[in-house]
């Protein structure tokens, strides 16, 4: 079992891994409104930041734990499934810059059945042992736009 992050553990890499393996178990037991966000919300920090490019059916800039914990309801509205098949930490933060995640999803259109295989590559800030800012960067929003949105 990963734990949150601690003084001790403030090394961008450890507070990542931390919180994808936390992710993933939240999402295994349901997600929203199923499973509960501590199981996340130690990872990130009270005044973090997730800017998510407009165009997506969950876009816009989202706040704070409780605006985190709004986004993975707006997220799980729009998806079915979302899998994170491959994930490549390209630079771990480590330096004082911000880490470089790529990551392959295959995920599942709650509305339309429809899937799709995409990359993200995320940049995300660690201050302090949390997470303070996140920048997810879509290749195609257009092609998320259409395999989500009903005819």
Known sequence: MTRPPTEAMTDP?????GMYAAEARYLAAGGPGAASFAVLEP????DVVLHQADTLPYGGTWRGHEGIERFFVAMSGVWETFDMVEQEFLATGETGGPA???????ARARATGRELSFPILQTITVTGGRIAEVRPFYWDTG???DVTRLP
Not at 13 to 17: D, K, M, Q
Not at 43 to 46: E, M, R, T, W
Not at 100 to 106: E, K, P, Q
Request: proline share 5%.
């Open 143 to 145: 092609a998320v736009a």
């Open 100 to 106: 470089v995640v790529l990551t392959r999803i295959r």
């Open 43 to 46: 990872f990130f920090a009270p």
């Open 13 to 17: 890499l450890t507070v990542l891994t």
